[in-house]
């Protein structure tokens, strides 16, 4: 394997569209088996987490340097917390409204999902896996070893390439989760790119999902059928204070430069069009389903 | 944790961390599944059904032959949420019931959940069918044959053709109506004054075959209801052992017809 001083694009192509798919796959067949916690841990740690770190071990990168994994000031980690946080609503908020539209324009899947393996045991895998393992894998990935790769391509919207591919990642929880979670991952993107440290990623990538947990049942409930007004506020507020706490980190200065990458690859350029294949795969048969097309 | 330590430590920390209590999580959680959930009585015969194979209307699961009256006994469970219809279809009178079939709904039935039922069986065959959707999970049925006491059937029979007053052995008749023209809702046709903890055998049969009737029993914390009604119109020594405290057998007839009788055994009334 060709050594290179950081991750390029066609790396990280090729390793997102095969954690993609192994993901799909696995949890096919995982998850009603072994149940939804189990199946999470499986897929953030073998092929979220592995690959990257078994690719810098390879390498020879340095996982601070290169991935970033650095510490920040503690204003900095405070900001991340909150930002996390108020983001959380409005992305709660797109999530439900594309979920009203796709429900009324296309109907709502009619197929019952499979039975799948649940306990006790399982829902504490699932809420320690959301709130701790998810976070610091899927930092590890997107922002660490992704963002790395796409910022030596374009040092300026590396950071929003890269939160795009982690939203479009999250078409295999639903279409409705791919806006809301681009939008999260362009701002987690944002942070590690200002101040040089994925703790602050890592940190925002928490307190949303822990939101989710603590929010996001009642919520729920609460706009199961219709937005009330109060909800869009909330969401504008959010986006609000997310985008003045953004602009509040104090900003790192970037203190390792790797070569840029001037071009992708011809095969970077292949396994980034699989990856959106595979993507409007998924988006199509979820459209199917809401029609009713497929069972 | 030190936030201010080494981040790539603290990291690794926190994952080495979930690991080991992830670990022990999905271990105990696969040792409560391969657990079987169900607790079928070991008396009975087992037939194990697996849902997933695909949808079933009225398959037959069971077929057997009575050569004599008979009481079969069975045990359902299941470990698949969605409800399932499993039906007992009998070529022989289903004594206390209208017509030759008997219903179960079964929904997620699991450890000490279960439907059970005793039915007594004229000679014949019966039959089980199951009528399901493809599923995951399992559907049990245990089931036990014990020849009936011919003279016990032939005075249930007479009961089930609405000869009521044919009690059992040591029981008493403490309570009989015409049921037609007999308009009442929760009325107290008895009450048990129990000084003392005391095992009370209760025998109630009802020819009513339309209308609304239900016979209760309410006391001290527990409640008995529809002992009896028009779709199973024979309970036939019900043994209740009962703690201190009173104890109201109530009647429920609207629009009903036929009769109603109630027998007691040992309970001594304070006269």
């Known amino acids: 394997m060709k050594r290179t001083p950081a991750p390029t694009t066609s790396q990280a192509n090729v390793l997102f569209f095969l954690a993609a798919v192994v993901t799909l796959a696995s949890s096919i067949v995982f998850a009603p088996r072994l149940g939804i916690g189990t199946n999470l841990w499986i897929n953030e740690f073998v092929y979220i987490l592995l690959p990257p770190l078994l690719l810098a071990t390879v390498q020879g990168w340095s996982l601070e340097e290169v991935y970033r994994l650095k510490d920040t000031s503690t204003r900095n980690r405070l900001l991340s917390l909150l930002a996390g946080v108020s983001l959380w609503f409005t992305a709660f908020y797109l999530s439900t409204l594309t979920r009203h539209f796709l429900d009324a324009k296309l109907g709502v899947i009619a197929s019952e999902a499979p039975a799948v393996h649940s306990s006790l045991y399982q829902t504490l895998l699932l809420l320690l896996g959301m709130v701790v393992l ?54 987690m993107g944002y942070l590690v790119y200002k101040t040089n440290s994925l703790a602050t990623s890592m940190l925002f990538h928490m307190a949303a999902n822990a939101s989710s947990i603590l929010f996001g049942g009642v919520l729920g409930l609460s706009t199961a059928s219709v937005m009330p007004s109060w909800t869009h506020f909330v969401a504008l507020g959010g986006l609000v204070l997310t985008l003045v706490l953004l602009r509040s980190v104090d900003g790192q200065p970037q203190q390792h430069q790797p070569r840029a990458e001037e071009k992708m690859s011809p095969r970077g350029i292949l396994f980034l069009v699989l990856t959106i294949l595979f993507f409007l795969a998924a988006g199509a048969a979820e459209i199917a389903a809401r029609l009713g097309v497929v069972g | 944790m030190e936030w201010g330590a080494a981040v790539k430590r603290t990291v690794f920390t926190i994952l080495i961390f979930s690991l080991l209590v992830g670990i022990p999580l999905m271990i105990a959680d696969a040792l409560q599944k391969n657990q079987s959930p169900f607790r079928v009585p070991e008396r009975f015969a087992q037939l194990m059904v697996d849902l997933s194979t695909g949808d079933r209307t009225d398959e037959l699961l069971l077929e057997r032959n009575l050569e004599a009256p008979t009481a079969v006994e069975l045990f359902i469970q299941s470990d ?29 039935l699991t450890d000490t959940q279960a439907t059970a039922a005793t039915v007594l069986l004229a000679p014949g065959k019966y039959a089980l069918y199951l009528t399901s959707h493809k599923q995951e999970g399992k559907l049990v049925i245990g089931y036990q044959e014990t020849a009936a006491d011919t003279k016990e059937f032939e005075r249930l029979a007479k009961i089930h053709h609405g000869e009521l007053d044919n009690p059992p052995a040591g029981y008493w008749e403490v309570y009989s109506a015409d049921l037609n023209g007999l308009q009442v809702q929760e009325e107290i046709i008895y009450t048990l004054s129990l000084g003392s903890s005391q095992t009370i055998g209760i025998s109630v049969y009802t020819s009513a075959r339309q209308g609304t009737v239900s016979v209760d029993i309410v006391g001290s914390g527990s409640n008995w209801l529809g002992v009896v009604s028009t779709e199973h119109r024979i309970c036939d020594q019900m043994e209740l052992t009962l703690p201190p405290g009173e104890y109201q057998i109530k009647l429920t007839s609207q629009d009903a017809d036929g009769q109603l009788y109630l027998y007691l055994k040992g309970y001594e009334e304070v006269r």
């Open chain 2, 80 to 108: 698949s949420n969605r409800l399932k219809e499993v039906k007992l279809v009998s070529t022989g009178e289903i004594l206390g019931l209208d017509g030759n079939t008997l219903d179960f709904q079964v929904e997620r």
């Open chain 1, 134 to 187: 998810a976070p610091i894998c899927e930092e590890f990935y997107f922002r660490g070893f992704v963002q790395a790769a796409y910022e030596r391509y374009s040092p300026r919207y590396g950071f929003v390439i890269a939160g795009v591919l982690f939203g479009s990642y999250h078409i295999l929880n639903g279409l409705t989760e791919v806006v809301p979670a681009s939008m999260l991952g362009v701002a």
